[in-house]
């Protein structure tokens, strides 16, 4: 369990946060640039002591202000992945994962980083320079030489933002997997909402130096506790199986159950995505009409009212939320309990690969 | 294209002269004489121990004014970078009113047995005073160059700061570094003002090479051009074999 209090001002606003990441778990701090996420981080590390704040990850005290603990950033041990991968430029990548691995020598120093290096499918790049390595090879050089001192926490700033789309979602599928093996709290930065919700069992959103709310992915989708996060949290994503359909069409079964289309492209492990205001509701039992191809039977479980407009917390197989002018929420007597389809157009529906 | 014309055969045309008003032969035979040779062994050793001192105590000095923030820092940098600016003759003076005999610390480094004016060490003590400042602020810039999250990431990775120091700062600022070396010692080797001034002119003792072209050229024309000759050709030696260091595959090539 790794714990982090940590209050400090930071240039124009103060940092306040309190958290707890369980072992195994990966907590996805998600938040625009500049709310304070980094520096969680940073905390965490040690690379900058807030003015008040305790940090511990299991046993072990690594920041305790009140009893002037602070131990030095290579005495705490975590590995952290920073944003441009921050390999060294003079080192070839196995020497990069090769490190921090100091109790090793010689041929059992290379033979390790090597063995790393393969659990990352990247041993034959060993003799190369990160210069010469693209940003997913980088990637794995990082993660293998932020595991190789077996860390007893898992920081990973912004770690799939210096890739290319494509590269994104299959580096993202193995990120996730690397985390659950790694078995250690993690705690993980992401400007991007889709991301967190992607990588992280739970989320905490952040904005100007606090945690405005923490849960899973979907209960801030449902239930957001502000605006703010209402608008970050955005979109919809549910996660299915895809094929592309004889109408050209890209046909999603949804993970428990489900149908939807679109007119992405996109095939196997997919997330489709939609805003929630592109949705909308009819009444249940009502015949397909009109020109929505998604058509899904939910139940009304929260009704948040969000400015001018309310968000609808969604059950289905998967969880979601819709948003609707507060008026036709009122005419249609949409409450908790009551029962609705929620209809979009194949046409507003994203699709991206898992 | 003009101006560059003229500004190249400006500064060039002296340092042809010199190789075209002496003969290879000349040259030679000029260098025979036991002044010239000792010149010049006089030059070399004081320089590379004037750098070898400046590198070890000013790279982790100039390390600490990239990395660290704190009060004052301005005016530190400021103060290190006045003998850039200051005329050689009133280093030498500045030198001597403070290691003099009469000096702020001349009696402190009287009793310590050590004796700088007129000496060899004296000459080390001038050549160091000048040259540091050029090396410290090639390297204070090629420290701030570096991107801040390898050092981080070494911390992170178990080492303390001293071997990020080490292992990770030094080697990706190593082009940085080399060249500010370089400039430092091109300026040890042509020092003149501060040494006459401080540590005198005296065969085989404090007489540098550029001395000793100052001492002949009134008597032996010919000899001081040799040894200018000789000069110019060690320092671009030492110019072009660090430039080759700098750029190859371990230094320069790899930190980018």
């Known amino acids: 369990m790794l714990r982090v209090e940590a209050s400090t001002r930071l240039g ?343 | 294209m003009a101006s560059l014309a003229t500004v190249l055969c400006f500064l060039t045309l002296p340092i042809v002269a010199i190789f075209v008003d002496t003969g290879p032969l000349e040259l030679l035979a000029s260098l025979r004489e036991d002044g010239a040779l000792e010149a010049l062994r006089l030059s070399v050793v004081c320089s590379a121990i004037a750098i070898g001192i400046i590198v070890l105590v000013g790279t982790p000095a100039a390390y600490l004014l990239a990395t660290r923030r704190f009060r004052g820092r301005a005016t530190v940098v400021t103060l290190i970078e006045i003998p850039l600016v200051l005329p050689p003759a009133v280093a030498g003076i500045g030198l001597l009113a403070a290691l003099g005999p009469n000096g702020l610390l001349g009696s402190l480094i009287d009793d310590a047995g050590i004796e700088l004016v007129l000496t060899t060490a004296g000459v080390i003590v001038a050549l160091t005073f000048v040259s540091a400042p050029f090396f410290l602020r090639q390297a204070q810039s090629a420290f701030e160059a570096l991107d801040r999250t390898w050092l981080d990431a070494s911390r992170t990775l178990g080492a303390s700061e001293p071997r990020t120091f080490l292992a990770v700062a030094i080697p990706t600022a190593g082009p940085g570094l080399i060249s500010g070396l370089a400039l430092a010692w091109g300026r040890a080797l042509g020092e003149f003002g501060a040494t006459l001034m401080f540590a005198g002119s005296f065969r085989g003792v404090t007489q540098t090479v550029p001395l000793a072209i100052y001492q002949d050229f009134s008597t032996d024309f010919t000899g001081a051009l040799a040894l200018s000759a000789v000069l110019v050709a060690v320092s671009a030696a030492l110019l072009l074999s660090v430039k080759l260091l700098g750029g190859s595959e371990w230094l320069g090539g790899a930190a980018r």
Not at chain 1, 234 to 246: C, D, E, F, I
Request: with cysteine; glycine share 10%; proline share 5%.
């Open chain 1, 12 to 354: 124009a606003f103060a940092l306040d946060v309190a958290l707890e990441v369980p072992a195994g778990c990966c907590l996805a701090l998600a938040g625009p640039s500049g709310a304070g996420k980094s520096s969680v981080l940073r905390v965490v590390a040690g690379l900058v002591t807030p003015e008040s704040g305790r940090v511990s990850c299991g046993e072990a005290v690594w920041l305790d202000t009140a009893r002037r603990v602070d131990l030095a950033p290579e005495r705490r041990r975590c590995g952290y992945v920073f944003q441009e991968y921050a390999l060294f430029p003079h080192l070839r990548a196995w020497q990069n994962v090769a490190y921090p691995l100091r109790e090793l020598r010689g041929r059992d120093r290379r033979r390790r980083a090597l063995e790393l290096l393969e659990r990352f499918e990247v041993a034959h790049l060993a003799d190369a320079r990160p210069r010469t390595l693209s940003g997913g090879e980088r990637q794995r050089v990082a993660l293998a030489r932020a595991l190789a001192r077996r860390p007893d926490a898992l920081l990973l700033d912004e770690p799939l933002s210096a890739l290319d789309a494509r590269t994104r979602a299959s580096a993202g599928r193995e990120l996730a997997a690397v985390l659950r093996e790694a078995g250690v709290p993690a705690l993980l930065v992401t400007h991007d909402f889709v991301e967190a919700a992607l990588l992280g069992d739970r989320v905490g959103v952040i904005d100007g130096g606090r945690l405005v709310q923490q849960g899973t992915a979907a209960e801030l989708a449902a239930s957001p506790a502000s605006a703010f996060v209402a608008d970050f949290t955005g979109a919809v994503v549910l996660t299915g199986t895809a094929r592309p359909g004889a109408d050209g069409l890209t046909h999603v079964t949804l993970d428990g159950g489900g149908h939807v289309a679109s007119t992405g492209s996109g095939e196997g492990l997919v997330a489709v995505s939609v805003h929630p205001w592109e949705i909308a509701m009819e009444p249940a039992g009502t015949p397909s009409a009109g020109s929505a191809q998604n058509r899904l039977d939910v139940e009304i479980v929260s009704v948040t009212a969000i400015g001018n407009r309310v968000r609808l917390g969604l059950a289905a197989p998967q969880p979601f939320v819709a948003e609707i002018t507060e008026a036709s929420a009122r005419a249609m007597k949409l409450s908790p309990g009551v029962r609705a389809v929620a209809t979009w157009k194949a046409a507003s529906t994203r699709v991206l690969e898992r």
